[in-house]
């Protein structure tokens, strides 16, 4: 459509401007007037994001001095519209209103008003963003949304247990995966995938205080999740914003001995509202009927106010059975409400295991496997679907979801069910073999006089403390001789530790300790004795460089003792 000045037209790309006229016009360019906002806009002639606005017969426009015309005629002249009709405020018939008169406010807002307008786009543009929308929303709807966006290679039973979880509302459950498989990489995409589904927006991690900066670094680098570290200091910094420190942040990451010591902030942080909590190393969590720890109640309290909580340890039962029973009794106190029916329930766990592995295994279920199923979901009739698993001339697709659906009432219905995840090395495949090599050797003079002396000195002690003392003969020797003797000056195990680093001298090495005192004496060794300088890791130390060839750092698990 060729331009004329005094025409009307509206940007499609900024309708906030109002009705715009046409004052400016050379063989490249076109200028426009937007009276409402007092802005003029320069467009090219041959693409301008621009639409005429023409009206017609039987319309109601607006006059820029208020008042309104019903449109009964149109006419042009040198490109330039008049409209004639009825005016409304006065009845006058024949009235005129040239299209620079119009009312400058005016906006099409609605579809319909831009359609009739014929503020439409170019099919090619709207073919462009009706894929953009279309591919955005599958995106939404996919079932894999907050589990692919993570640095981190994808491993199989990790996706398993983060779809199985993170697509849960509210999920309450305990991660229980062996050492090594990746129990923080499955809680971060959990947590990844309830905040980006708007299941969750306040998240609270509770850790141990040596694995704050672990947890920080992992969450960052590998989900973009921007956690933000609470102690004693940050919560009297966010005092002036909120009586509360916890409600100054959305994602909070804070140490599990900070809120032990402070009454005050454990309370605080349980009514912070959160969506989801987090408790890592939860074996920590001692319990008895009698006395449950201080940790305990901290994060009971926690719980007890937050729809999600998840739970992780590698050992769900190392302070024992009755402290296993406790964490899943954080999780689902209406489910796991008494330790002695938990127990009673737990012995009938062998006929379950036996039934839901036939069913796994598609083979032919026994007389007791049948009698077992029924009997466990007696609330209703499974027998047609015992006889769809028993019918071999049906196709296996409906065989396979009949086993399935049994496999889920009864995880559902009996045991830890959905509650606790657990993968083993044994039972995943692609993870390297742990091969254990002894080296025996002689123990020193030193040691023996030392220990011998040290056992006429503690017969009151128990043979278990005694067999605790005797692990560390270095400290004995040690109590005996003073703070400036050196036992790793003729201790066969640092020679044995020599050798292998000469031996080995273009490969990073890791040596683990049981306490930070004998990492320290192992750098004071490997420096002194060959030049071998290591980075020292304990409770302390808050980061672990990389660019040193030997690691020494002491950890709560012993995998060697040095």
Known sequence: MPYALG?????????????????????????????????????????????RVMFNKGDVIES???????????????????????????????????????????????PQDKLFAGQIDRMDRFALRYRALKNQYEQLRSPLRG???????????????????????????LLADEVGLGKTIEAGMIIHQQVLSGRAERVLIVVPETLQHQWLVEMLRRFNLHFSIFDEERCVEAFADSDNPFETAQLVLCSLDFLRKSKKRSEQAAEGDWDLVVVDEAHHLEWNQENPSREYQVVEA???????????????????????????RLLDPDRFYDYDAFVEEERQ???????????????????????????????????????????RDLDEEPRHEARLELIDNLMDRHGTGRVLFRNTRSAIQGFPSRHLNLYPLTIPSQYTTAMRVAGMMSRGKTSEEKALQWLYPEDIYQQFEGEDASWWGFDPRIDWL???????????????CSRAQTALSLEQALREREGIRGTVFHEACQFLSETKPLRISRRKKVAHRC
């Not at 050379?26 to 320069?42: H, I, K, S, W």
């Not at 020599?498 to 683990?512: C, D, G, P, T």
């Open 64 to 110: 820029h001095e208020g008042w309104s015309l019903t449109v009964e005629d149109v006419s042009e002249e040198q490109g330039v519209l008049t409209y004639t009709g009825k005016r409304q405020d006065t009845g006058e018939e024949n009235a005129t209103l040239r299209e620079i008169m119009l009312n400058h406010h005016l906006r099409f807002s609605k």
């Open 498 to 512: 020599l050798n292998l680093l000469k031996s080995h001298r273009s490969e990073k090495v890791l040596v683990i």
């Open 147 to 173: 589990l692919c966006g993570m640095r981190a290679g994808l491993i199989p039973h990790q996706l398993f247990v983060a779809h199985e979880v993170g697509r849960r509302h509210a999920p309450r459950v």
């Open 302 to 328: 926690i719980a007890e106010n937050t729809p999600a909580v998840l739970l992780l340890t590698a050992t769900p039962e190392q302070l024992g059975h009755e402290s296993h029973f406790a964490r899943l």
């Open 7 to 51: 025409q009307r037209w509206i940007s499609d790309t900024e309708s906030d401007l109002g009705l715009g006229t046409v004052v400016a016009l050379d063989a490249r360019t076109v200028t426009l007037m937007f009276p409402a906002c007092e802005e003029n806009r320069l467009y090219a002639r041959s693409d301008a994001p621009i639409t």
């Open 349 to 391: 766990y062998a006929p379950v295991a036996e039934a839901v592995s036939q069913l796994l295994a598609d083979a032919p279920l026994t007389n007791d496997a049948k009698n077992s199923i029924t009997e466990l979901l007696s609330e209703q009739d499974v027998e047609p679907l015992l006889r769809i698993i028993e019918a």
